[in-house]
Each structure stands twice: as C-alpha cells, then as structure tokens.
C-alpha cells in the first residue's frame, strides 16, 4: 500500500528550464510534505516542506505546491543546474496521537540536468 | 557542526546473525528515527525514539529493535538476520519543535 507515490522514476531538463517533480499521496490525513534531495553515497538532505495550510511555499529556486483536494504536490525547480541532479524524494506525515511524525517516503525521481 | 554521525558506513553479516548499527543526531536534536532504503526504494519507517522511548513504528518485524541513551545517540538492533535485511540504514534525527528531519550518510548492509 504505497501511501505516497512518484510515478515518473526519471527526468531530464536542460540547464536554465523548470523541472517540475510531482508527488501524489492516499492518506487524506497527511498535514505536513517534504521534499529530499539525495545525491548517491549520501543521506537525504532536507530541501523545503509546506504544510497543508498553505498551498505554496518558495525558498529560492524552489517552489513546493500543495493541491490538496487532489491530494497532489509538486516541486519546481527555476533555473535549474547540473548541481540539482539527483534523486528528489517527496515524504508526508500526519501528527500522531502521542504528537510524533513518521514519515511516508515515496520511491523518488531521478532528476538529470543537462548542461 | 557535525551532522548525523552514523556507524559503521559498511557492513557484512551472515543470515542468522546479529547487527548493531549506531546513530549520533546532529548537536541539539533530541528526537531520532530509523529508516531502511532498499535498492530503487524510498526509505521505509523503522521507529522513532524520543525522551529514550519508542514513541512510534513502522512495520518492522519485532527483529528489529532500537535504544534511545541520555545523550539522544541511538541504537537499531537487527536480530536474526534475514537475506532481504540487505538494505541501506539510515537515522535522522530532528528538534522535537524542528522541521525536516537531517539523515545521516546511512550504513550499508549486506546479509550473505
């Protein structure tokens, strides 16, 4: 039962156009999504999360969008560089009774820029 | 600053043995959870350990166990190990009032 789903496994952008990642979720009960950013022999590294209060949030070249009656989120990247290739995983999480996160991760998206 | 430390970077066990893997949260964390990423998967919820109690878990069989000490480093037992435990381990650990989670680079295990 795969709560949080990336159906593309690859993507490829020239340098300088928008990669848009996409990342959609079952579990109406998910309140809080982040994005990872994972580059091989490396943990994943924390990139930018929105809450389901929101319908978006930017931090630099990247925009997190939260369409919550479609149970949809998606990443876009603007101007995208070769250093941004890796593998983006997209993970949501709802509050727990006892006040803990768990995250659901989906099975990531390989992102390749081409310079 | 150091970020999430974790130990060892490699590992190989034979089926039916045990493991040990260690996890120290970066510098004023308190809260740490395991996660298992096999190959072509995203990671999969272990546990998440806060105040040294297991606070929630995934679904891991009871083979897999975790200690949280005072210092908020944190243990991820592996009993009996099985050929499908080859995974890459990793722990993240954040302030209980924190956003995102920080991971660690992950210990690669491999059961032969």
């Known amino acids: 039962d795969q709560q949080v789903k990336q159906n593309s496994p690859s993507l490829s952008v020239q340098e300088g156009r928008i990669s848009i990642l996409n990342c959609d979720y079952t579990?109406?009960?998910?309140?809080?999504f982040l994005w990872y950013k994972k580059y091989p022999a490396e943990g994943p590294t924390f990139l930018i999360s929105?809450?389901?209060?929101?319908d978006k949030n930017e931090d630099g070249r990247f925009t997190v969008f939260l369409n919550k009656s479609a149970k949809h989120l998606s990443l876009h990247i603007v101007p995208s560089q070769p250093g941004d290739s890796a593998v983006y995983f997209c993970?949501?999480?709802?509050?727990?009774?006892?006040?803990?996160?768990?995250?659901?991760f989906g099975t990531g998206t390989r992102l390749k820029v081409l310079a | 600053d150091a970020g999430v430390t974790q130990s060892p970077t490699h590992l190989i066990k034979t089926r039916g043995q045990q493991v040990t893997l260690r996890c120290s949260p970066k510098?004023?964390?308190?809260?740490v959870s395991w996660y298992q990423q096999a190959l072509g998967q995203g990671p999969q919820f272990i546990f998440q350990?806060?105040?040294?109690?297991?606070?929630q878990r995934g679904n891991f069989p009871d083979r897999f166990s975790g200690h949280q000490f005072p210092n908020y480093s944190s243990e991820l037992n592996v009993n009996a190990l099985l050929l499908g435990d080859s995974a890459l381990y990793l722990c993240?650990?954040?302030?209980?009032?924190?956003?995102?989670?920080?991971f660690g680079s992950g210990t690669r295990l491999t059961v032969v």
């Open positions: 929105i809450s389901s209060i929101k």
């Open positions: 579990n109406s009960m998910f309140d809080y």
């Open positions: 350990y806060y105040e040294e109690e297991e606070r």
């Open positions: 510098s004023g964390h308190d809260t």
């Open positions: 993240a650990s954040r302030h209980t009032s924190g956003e995102g989670y920080t």
């Open positions: 993970a949501a999480s709802a509050r727990s009774a006892s006040g803990t996160y768990k995250y659901i």
